[in-house]
């Protein structure tokens, strides 16, 4: 049960506890198991109760064409990618400077600023919503792309500063020092020699951003309003609406929903954790 | 801010400007890198707090002028019955998605080992918090069906009447915050996993010495070094009960009657849906939730502070 490593223990032991994993495993993601099953089921099936079964007909491809066909899901997912990807490019340049300003530079204002960032990140999103609004529309920015990436990018600096910062204040400052010393400029030290070390820190951020992008709902919902820019969170929703008990479509509109996120993960999942837990560790 | 930037006069009065500039230089950068990310953010995070609890103040319906209404629209609320429910629903939430930390413990603990394909293991059981809420939502909400859901496969089972648990004033908010449950401790597992990757082995070594195993070894050894994953894993724990919207409007709409609602969604039903756009209710309720978040922000920024002093 704790850092005792299984090595040290019995035979017994050990076998139990390969056996349990795989069970385990499989109970926390039922759920997901469960809707991957009924996305590629008949309606028959459903329609005769086999929710849980065996689906009698492995329909994948079919039943994901048919959430195509049937539906504007991907005009909704190419939403969200045209949501997702500007808004990580805006919000990962913008906190490599604030990062960079407010890390490497001793003035009074630096810890307040710093702080204004990390408490702007917690804030609860209701008592920014009619403000936004408001702005949006008398800038006739609301129901558009652009509105909800501007947003977006401004409210995802908080955590961004505060990552950016943390990582770059943990690079030795000898360096910029003697740079300095060298009579190098400072947006040069910016630019060649800090950002080249914060990549992997820049790697970790988007990674992060894109899933919370990406997964956001409450913001696609007070600032879109048409099929023209809503992304897949909420399209999943309206759909969940529009496939009136076909189950089997709706599980997988939602599945494809979560596959981008999903593949990020597993492709960056290094980065992606180290992103997450930056300040858990230290801190 | 403009103490410190200096003006644009001395610029130009001096002719060789490169000097001044120059001598400057290191006083002028941090705010040439700050302006861009901190006037976005100021558009769009600072200034919106204190705009919506002015609204606070203010009949509105966000077309038609603003009426001056001072407190009436916080007396309102000690009147407002859903209020309540709302505030209390904030409550369970709080309490109960405290769970997610020592069940997130509980699993790292068991998936700290090292055997043949134990980073996939990891990795899967993480796989719920990448998945948006929504997504959550929906699937939760076809498991809690009483006639198809699995909910209603088990209670039969057993040859009982399977409750419709999203339909019931008394289950509804526990069964939501049961699927809230499931990301979370998803979060916290992997949290506390990068946590004990940081366990010194030679504590544990002397712990053994010293005869401490199971639970002793856990509250006097490990979970001291857990420290600083425990207070992160609160803090997001927190936040993320507080914040709670997503399931909420997926599952039920903070029905039936109201009785699974929370700030964060009935402050969106009040200020932006079917039941009308009172801006300024629905900013008083944004800013109660504010205020409760407030205490955490504080306690967070507080302890940051303690960390950057020493």
Known sequence: MFPKPIEKSSAAVRTGYQLILPVALFLWLLPLLAIFLTSIRPAADINAGNIFGMPSDFLLVENYLAVFQQSKAGEYLWNSVRITIPTVIIAVALSCLTGYALSVYRFRWAVPLFFVFVAGNFVPFQILMVPVRDLSVSTGLYDTVTGLVLFHSAFQLGFCTLFMRNFIKALPFELIESARIDGVGEFKIFWYLVLPLVKPAIAALSVLIFTFIWNDFFWATVLIQGDHALPITAGVRALNGQFVSQWQLVSAASLLAAVPPVLMFFAMQKHFIAGLTLGATKG | ?310
């Open chain 2, 1 to 310: 801010m403009a103490s410190d930037s200096g003006n644009a006069a001395t610029l130009t009065a001096q002719p060789p400007s490169r000097s001044w500039l120059y001598r400057n230089r290191i006083k002028l950068a941090p705010w040439m890198f700050l302006a861009p990310g901190l006037i976005f953010f100021f558009i769009y995070v600072i200034a919106p707090i204190f705009q919506s609890i002015w609204i606070s103040f203010y009949d509105w319906d966000g077309l038609g002028p603003k009426q001056w209404v001072g407190m009436a629209n916080y007396v309102e609320l000690m009147d407002d019955d859903r209020f309540f429910t709302s505030l209390i629903n904030n409550i369970w939430w709080l309490v109960l998605y405290m769970l997610a930390v020592p069940a997130g413990l509980g699993i790292a603990l068991f998936l700290n080992q090292t055997v043949t394909g134990i980073r996939l293991y990891k990795s899967l059981f993480f796989f719920p918090f990448v998945i948006s809420q929504v997504v959550v939502g929906l699937i939760f909400t076809w498991f809690y069906n009483p006639d198809f859901g699995i909910v209603g496969i088990v209670w039969n089972f057993f040859g009982a009447t399977p409750p419709a648990i999203l339909a019931d004033e008394d289950l509804v908010t526990f069964g939501i915050i049961f699927a809230g449950l499931w990301p979370q401790i998803a979060y916290c597992m992997i949290l506390y996993l990068t946590g004990l990757n940081n366990v010194s082995p030679d504590q544990v070594e002397a712990g053994r010495l010293d005869n401490a195993s199971g639970w002793k070894m856990l509250w006097f050894i490990i979970l001291p070094q857990l420290k600083p994953a425990t207070f992160i894993a609160i803090v997001v724990t927190v936040i993320g009960a507080l914040r709670s919207f997503d399931l909420i409007a997926v599952m039920t709409g903070g029905g039936p009657y109201g009785s699974s609602n929370v700030l964060a969604y009935y402050m969106f039903e009040t200020a932006l849906s079917e039941y009308g756009f009172r801006y300024g209710y629905g900013s008083a309720i944004a800013t109660v939730l504010f205020l409760i978040m407030l205490v955490y922000i504080s306690f967070f920024l507080w302890r940051m502070y303690q960390d950057e002093k020493g």
